[in-house]
Each structure stands twice: as structure tokens, then as C-alpha cells.
């Protein structure tokens, strides 16, 4: 069983950065992809980024691009969300996931794809 554990939330001022991170554990690691996903309240989660981990390209929802960036450690089996120039409505639960499924990965910005998920993190952003 694979486990993801995501750190790096918590309350901070418009404009400002933080780095968020999603470590995997567990058996041997089969990602195809990794993506972060967020949910604020009352809305549906949507898609922020994914990264494939075989040559790292990387892929944004528009909301986010030229903002945030997303990077992995292959070698700690993690992946980070580098998110700067925070604005109030990037507020939300920030979640990451993975797929295993070869197929599945090209279709990294449908959550129903992603078959683990971390606990996900608060990102507070204040005016």
C-alpha cells in the first residue's frame, strides 16, 4: 500500500509564497503521474498541476500557470508545489494523488483518475 503525506500549508498574506510537499511511502514506487488537485469551500475539487515522473513534464490549470510550479525528488519519492504570488482565491484544501495506471496518466487532470490520495494540507490566503 502506497501512502501520501502532504505538508507545507497554513495561513499567509496576499503576494506572498509557500511550498507545499507530498512525500510517497510504502511499497515500490509506480507513479506514472502525480498531480495536485484543491477544493475550497462549497466548490468541487479542480485540477492545479501534474507532473509525469518518467521525464518530468509538467502540466497547469490555467488558473495557476506562470504561478505555480510544480517539481519532484526522485530520489525522496517526492513532489512539490512551488505556489508564489498567492492570491485570496487560491485558498483551499490542497491534495496530492497519483496514478498507476499508464492509460489513466494521460488523462492527469480528472481526479477520478488518481488512485491514492494524500490527507491534504490547508492553504489559507488573507487579503
Known amino acids: 500500500q502506497v501512502q501520501l503525506v502532504e505538508s507545507g500549508g497554513g495561513l499567509v498574506q496576499a503576494g506572498v509564497s509557500l511550498r507545499l510537499s507530498c512525500t510517497a511511502s510504502g511499497r515500490a514506487f509506480v507513479f506514472y503521474t502525480m498531480g495536485w488537485f484543491r477544493q475550497a469551500s462549497g466548490k468541487e475539487r479542480e485540477f492545479v498541476a501534474a507532473i509525469r515522473w518518467s521525464d518530468g513534464s509538467t502540466y497547469y490549470a490555467d488558473s495557476v500557470k506562470g504561478r505555480f510550479t510544480i517539481s519532484k525528488d526522485n530520489a525522496k519519492n517526492t513532489v512539490y508545489l512551488q505556489m508564489n504570488s498567492l492570491k485570496p482565491e487560491d485558498t483551499a484544501v490542497y491534495y496530492c494523488?497519483?496514478?498507476?495506471?499508464?492509460?489513466?496518466?494521460?488523462?492527469?487532470?480528472?481526479?477520478?483518475?488518481?488512485?491514492?490520495w494524500g490527507q491534504g494540507t490547508q492553504v489559507t490566503v488573507s487579503p
Open positions: 494523488g497519483g496514478i498507476t495506471n499508464y492509460y489513466r496518466s494521460a488523462y492527469y487532470y480528472r481526479g477520478g483518475n488518481y488512485e491514492y
